[in-house]
């Protein structure tokens, strides 16, 4: 892993002083199902997700275009993507017309779903995580199904990495007490 990180910091590099959309499309390439699925388990709609998984990128460009530090190419990412959906909730609020579009079915999750028996243990664990408060679910999907580490959930909801810890072990004693066993 630390020669993927030092790879990505010699395309950002090379992105902040020569823009080249060829360098970008290699870090788009490495990050976009990852993006589109978080945004997906946020919104439930694959046009919706789309398109935020699009906004996401082009911020992040212009983000890079404006010579801004980036520590982290996916914890920007995962940044921007999450105040992206966090817009949409804003304008749906104003809109109270808008309906949260299909459901989050088990095969669209990615990988996670192989830890559970069979496909209905992993549909009941997604039809628990979406009854969870925001927080808690945000910071399952973080860990768990985005497999990102401590450190960089706090990076990127805002929170110290303690916080983020006691939040998920709430949020996981929660769904353990909805779906009635250990997971």
Sequence with gaps: ???????????????????????????????????????????????????????????????????????SFRGLLYSIARNCVIDLYRARALRPEVLMGEEIEASDAGNWEKEFQNKDESQAVLTALKKLKQEYKEVITLRYIEELEIHEIAGIIGKSRVGVRVTLHRAIKKLEEMLGRQI
Aim: charged content about 30%; aromatic content about 16%; cysteine-free.
């Design 1 to 71: 892993m630390p020669g993927a990180k030092l790879d990505e910091n010699k395309i950002l590099y090379r992105l902040r002083t020569a823009p080249n959309p060829d360098d970008f499309g290699v870090l788009y390439d490495t990050y976009v199902k990852q993006i589109y699925r978080f945004v997906y388990f946020k919104v439930g709609g694959h046009e919706e997700a789309e398109d935020i998984a699009s906004e996401v990128f082009l911020k992040a460009w212009h983000y890079i275009q404006a010579k801004k530090e980036v520590k």
